[in-house]
């Protein structure tokens, strides 16, 4: 992130647009967090040209606040044991046996 940092710094106009027409569409998400990141950690503005999607700035607060705080980092660790609750709860209990039994090239 560092060197787009400086890239960016060295290259004022970097063109935008140009950029985004090589990029696939599910590397347009990805490219907006880098510009979020690039904005809150090292102070570069977010280019206009790209379209910033909404709840950007507040996911990234949250991933930053539980990589930094201990206490979001325990509450929100167990968050995705809880979520796969219901799926659990629809799996049966001999299914993983079924398919670990699978793998090895065992009947079941």
Do not use: C
């Not at 290259?11 to 140009?18: I, M, S, V």
């Not at 990029?23 to 690039?38: F, K, M, N, Q, V």
């Not at 991933?63 to 660790?77: A, G």
Request: proline share 7%; net charge positive.
């Amino acid at each position: 992130m560092l060197e787009f940092v400086q890239l960016r710094a060295y290259y004022n106009g970097l063109d935008w647009p140009g950029l985004l027409t090589r990029l696939d569409p599910e590397s347009h998400r990805a490219l907006g967090y880098y510009l979020t990141a690039a904005e809150r950690w090292f102070g570069q503005a977010y280019p206009s040209e790209i379209k910033r999607e909404v709840g950007f700035d507040l996911r990234f607060q949250v991933v930053e606040r539980v990589l930094t705080k201990t206490s979001w980092h325990r509450l929100l660790t167990p968050l995705h044991r809880i979520m796969n609750i219901p799926r659990r709860l629809l799996t049966p209990t001999w299914y993983p046996m079924k398919i670990k039994a699978l793998w090895r090239g065992e009947p079941f």
